[in-house]
C-alpha cells in the first residue's frame, strides 16, 4: 500500500529509495507500522459501517463461532441492515462484517454477555435489533436479552488404521443394507428437499413477508399431507425402486424381529397393557414416520405464528397502497407499533 502511494507523492517515493538502499533505518515498512496502519484502516471502515447502520436504525446480528489455528474460539459479528440509496430511491439488503471477537467463555451465558458488551461497545441500540441468526439453528434462536444458548465445540476425530476402518465400513455396510433403512433415507430426502426449497426463499433477498409465509403455508401442506398412510405408501414404492437398483431385499419380512415390550406400573387396576407392534412396517409408520412428520409440522407451525407475529408489526408496509384507503386512526395505530 506504501508502495502503491509512493507511486503518486514524490516525498513518499524518495523515502522508499532511501529505505531499499538502507539510507535509513526508520521508514514505512516495518511490522509495526504495517500493523498500525491496518487497525487504523480497519477503524475507519468499520466507522464507516456504523454510520450505514445508524443511519438504516433497525439491524439484525449474525454470528458464527469458529475455532481458529490456535484453537481459539472466534466469533464473527455481520449486521444486515436496510440501506437507502437517496439517488436512486431504492431500498437494497445489505450485510457487513464487523469484527472477529475471540471467546473465552464458550457458555450460552458467556456468549450473551460477549454480544451485549460488543453492541454496547458500538453504540448499536439494543432496542433497534429487529433480528438474530446464529450457526447452530433452533438450539440458538433464543432472544438476545435472556438466551441460554449452546454452543457446540468441535471434537476432532482420530482416524484408526486403514485395516480397521476397511473392517468398520464394511460392518456399517451390512447394518444399512436393509430396505428399512432405505425407506427411512427416502422419507427423510423428501421431507428435507421441501424444506430446503423453503429455506432457500427464506434467505433470498427478493422475497418479503408475504413471499416467505406463502413457502412455509405449502411446507405445512405437503408434510400434513404426507402423513397418512397413502402417503406412506408413496414413499414406500421409491425405497422398493431405490433398493431393487442396490440389490436389497425390498421386503420388511427379513427385518421382522420379537419385540419385547417394555413394562410400566398401571396405575389403575382396569387399565389395559399395551401390545407390542410386530409388524415391522407398523413399527416404522409409529415409531418413525409419524414422528418425524409431527415433528416437522409442528417446527413449521411454529415458525409461522413467529411470522404472524412479525406481520403484525410490519406487514401493513408491503401493502402500502391499500393504506390510502385506511383511516387516519389505522395508520396511526400501525405507526405507533413500529
Not at 413457502?215 to 404426507?226: G, I, P, Q, R, V
Not at 410400566?264 to 410386530?278: M, N, T
Request: hydrophobic share 40%.
Amino acid at each position: 500500500m506504501v508502495e502503491y502511494l509512493a507511486i503518486f507523492d514524490p516525498i513518499m517515493n524518495e523515502h522508499l529509495r532511501k529505505a531499499s538502499n538502507k539510507d535509513i533505518h526508520v521508514h514505512y515498512l516495518g511490522k509495526n507500522i504495517q500493523n498500525e496502519l491496518i487497525s487504523v484502516l480497519a477503524k475507519a471502515v468499520q466507522e464507516k459501517i456504523l454510520a450505514y447502520i445508524n443511519s438504516a436504525k433497525y439491524y439484525s446480528i449474525i454470528l458464527d463461532c469458529t475455532p481458529d489455528v490456535s484453537h481459539v474460539e472466534q466469533m464473527t459479528i455481520i449486521v444486515r441492515i436496510v440501506k437507502l440509496i437517496t439517488d436512486e430511491r431504492k431500498c437494497e439488503i445489505k450485510e457487513y462484517f464487523l469484527e472477529f471477537v475471540p471467546l473465552s467463555d464458550t457458555t450460552g451465558a458467556g456468549l450473551t454477555e460477549k454480544i451485549l458488551d460488543q453492541l454496547n461497545e458500538m453504540s448499536l441500540s439494543l432496542e433497534n435489533l429487529r433480528g438474530q441468526g446464529y450457526d447452530n439453528g433452533s438450539n440458538m434462536k433464543a432472544d438476545v436479552h435472556d438466551a441460554r444458548v449452546d454452543i457446540y465445540e468441535d471434537h476432532t476425530l482420530i482416524g484408526a488404521s486403514g485395516n480397521q476402518t476397511r473392517i468398520e465400513a464394511q460392518s456399517i455396510a451390512k447394518k444399512i443394507a436393509y430396505f428399512k433403512f432405505v425407506a427411512s433415507l427416502v422419507v427423510w430426502y423428501n421431507i428435507l428437499f421441501e424444506i430446503n426449497l423453503t429455506s432457500k426463499v427464506r434467505q433470498s433477498q427478493e422475497s418479503n413477508l408475504n413471499t416467505v409465509t406463502n413457502a412455509l403455508l405449502k411446507t405445512k401442506t405437503f408434510l400434513e399431507s404426507c402423513r397418512s398412510d397413502l402417503g406412506l405408501e408413496k414413499m414406500l414404492v421409491e425405497a422398493k425402486e431405490i433398493s431393487e437398483e442396490m440389490n436389497i431385499e425390498a421386503s420388511f419380512a427379513s427385518e421382522t424381529k420379537p419385540m419385547r415390550l417394555r413394562k410400566k406400573k398401571r396405575q389403575l387396576s382396569y387399565e389395559a397393557e399395551d401390545e407390542p407392534i410386530c409388524d415391522a412396517k407398523d413399527q416404522l409408520k409409529i415409531n418413525f414416520y409419524f414422528a418425524v412428520l409431527d415433528t416437522a409440522v409442528n417446527s413449521v407451525y411454529e415458525r409461522l405464528n413467529q411470522l404472524k407475529n412479525i406481520s403484525r408489526v410490519f406487514g401493513f408496509l408491503y401493502n402500502v397502497h391499500e393504506m390510502q384507503n385506511k383511516t387516519s386512526k389505522v395508520v396511526l395505530e400501525h405507526c405507533i407499533k413500529l
